[in-house]
């Protein structure tokens, strides 16, 4: 774009337009890359290394604010954002495990401890069979089957119940199966947890005179606590 002698004023202020937007556009790229640079996002930052990948995507969702923080405000934040994180996180643990008969710090952290293992062995067994699935599909030149799964329960409303919230999709199941309401599912639960803790319970059948109930429903709720790794077979 040139400035000539013949060009109207029309012309003239609209070229000068051109030049103000794209001087703006400049403007603004060199504030962000010195923004960029000044803020070293072009590496890791130190704080997120020891963070696991949760703690990461919550430091992630607030990048947006960044630019309304000075460096020492924004890496406050993430790091009370991070304290808020695990606090919330420690708090539902422990909801867990008192929900699980635990009535004490040992018997939390053991309880805790199993289920990370157990866990991280469901993890690994998945990524083996994802691995075989892979192999078998491109030995096949086709996708595995994958069965529908669906978590709406038929047999038993459960919706009228709070407690059924502290409930996971497999233990819903239970309940409609053995047509067990879910408080007395968590009673049967916690008492159960609390005497295999004491060491009063090793078995199902230890279990059978806790409860005036079926013995069949007595061994599918132990079954449960043997899938959490409170309970042994």
């Known amino acids: 774009m040139e400035f000539k002698e013949n060009d109207t004023p029309e012309e003239h202020e609209l070229k000068l337009r051109v030049l103000r937007i794209y001087s703006k556009r400049l403007d603004e790229r ?12 072009l590496y890791p930052n130190p704080f997120e290394k020891d963070l696991s990948q949760e703690e990461k995507v919550q430091c992630r969702r607030l990048d947006v604010f ?9 890496d406050e934040l993430l790091r009370n954002v991070v304290s808020e994180y695990r606090m919330v ?11 699980a008969g635990c009535r ?21 067994n998945r990524g083996k ?8 599909a491109g030995e096949m030149g086709s996708r595995p089957p994958v069965q529908a799964s669906s978590s709406y329960v038929n047999d ?14 497999s233990e819903k199941r239970l309940c409609s199966e053995v047509k067990l309401v879910p408080p ?23 279990a059978y005179s806790l409860f005036k109930i079926d013995p069949t429903k007595v ?11 409170i309970a042994q077979l």
């Open 66 to 74: 960044m630019r309304f923080h000075s460096k020492e405000e924004h």
């Open 184 to 206: 007395v599912y968590l009673q049967m639960q916690q008492v159960m947890s609390h005497e295999i803790f004491k060491g009063n319970v090793t078995k199902k059948s230890d």
């Open 30 to 41: 060199k504030r962000r890359k010195e923004f960029i640079i000044e803020r070293n996002l």
């Open 219 to 229: 061994d599918r709720v132990y079954d449960m606590l043997v899938k959490k790794g």
């Open 89 to 99: 996180k420690r708090l539902k643990d422990l909801k867990e495990a008192q929900v």
């Open 104 to 124: 004490s710090t040992a018997e939390a952290e053991r309880y805790l401890g199993r289920k990370r293992k157990r866990e991280n062995e469901e993890g690994m």
């Open 129 to 136: 069979e994802s691995g075989q699935f892979g192999q078998i």
């Open 156 to 169: 038993l409303d459960l919706i009228g119940f709070t407690e059924s919230q502290l409930l996971s999709e």
